[in-house]
């Protein structure tokens, strides 16, 4: 007998909201709706709204609630989900909250808690492949060779966006509209929060715990 399950995973860059997100995600036959991925996926596809993402992001602008909102409600709408989901980079402020909170019942917010050195530790030591676009995180999984893709051979670089100062600027957006989103989850009794700064699989077996499964 599987119960049904939907939780909304928040968490800074670098806590591993992805890899939280698929293993609860396997164990428990929910789905995984990273909506990053979605809008990487509309613009990968040149379909209309990835056309519309693509001008928004050349002006630097952030995706508006509207479009994040749709794409949320039709993604869900979708209904492949049949014993729960997972839902990850959503909501991401007040608005979008109250929206969700109207739409569906949720049974938790796992909230990944990372203190703001650490984020700077794990984020700076990220490298991508500039040929594959592999991903390297040079604490966790370092290249065989110094500076060069395990995949491909090709050449190591920092991400354009990771520098401290960027970085700074991202974690300090991300708290200003993160706090309101765990207030409103909150006010529902939702929000288990947890350390994520031990190794994946206890993070994973806390998760585990708190949400009672």
């Known amino acids: 007998m599987h119960l049904m399950r939907k939780y909304v995973v928040m968490g800074v860059q670098g806590s591993g909201k992805g890899t939280q997100a698929q293993l609860l995600c396997e164990e428990y036959d929910l789905v995984h709706i990273n909506v990053g991925d979605i809008f990487r996926w509309h613009v990968q596809h040149h379909t209309k709204l990835g056309a519309q993402v693509r001008r928004t992001m050349a002006s630097g602008e952030l995706i508006g609630d509207d479009q994040v909102e749709t794409v949320v409600k039709d993604r869900l709408h979708q209904h492949d989900w049949n014993y729960g989901f997972?839902?990850?980079?959503?909501?991401?402020?007040?608005?979008?909250?109250?929206?969700?909170?109207?739409?569906?019942?949720?049974?938790?917010?796992?909230?990944?808690?990372?203190?703001?050195?650490?984020?700077?530790?794990?984020?700076?030591?990220?490298?991508?492949?500039?040929?594959?676009?592999?991903?390297?995180?040079?604490?966790?999984?370092?290249?065989?060779?110094?500076?060069?893709?395990?995949v491909c051979g090709g050449e190591l670089v920092t991400r354009a966006d990771d520098t401290p100062e960027a970085l700074a600027a991202r974690l300090r957006e991300y708290h200003t509209k993160t706090k309101p989103v765990l207030d409103i989850f909150r006010r529902k009794e939702y929000v288990v929060t947890i350390d994520a700064r031990p190794d994946q699989a206890t993070v994973q077996r806390d998760i585990r715990q708190k949400l009672g499964l």
């Open 86 to 150: 997972v839902i990850d980079g959503f909501p991401r402020n007040g608005r979008q909250a109250e929206f969700f909170l109207e739409t569906f019942d949720i049974d938790g917010v796992i909230h990944l808690e990372l203190p703001d050195e650490e984020v700077h530790r794990r984020v700076l030591n990220r490298r991508l492949c500039s040929r594959c676009g592999m991903d390297y995180n040079l604490i966790a999984d370092r290249p065989e060779e110094e500076g060069k893709c395990d």
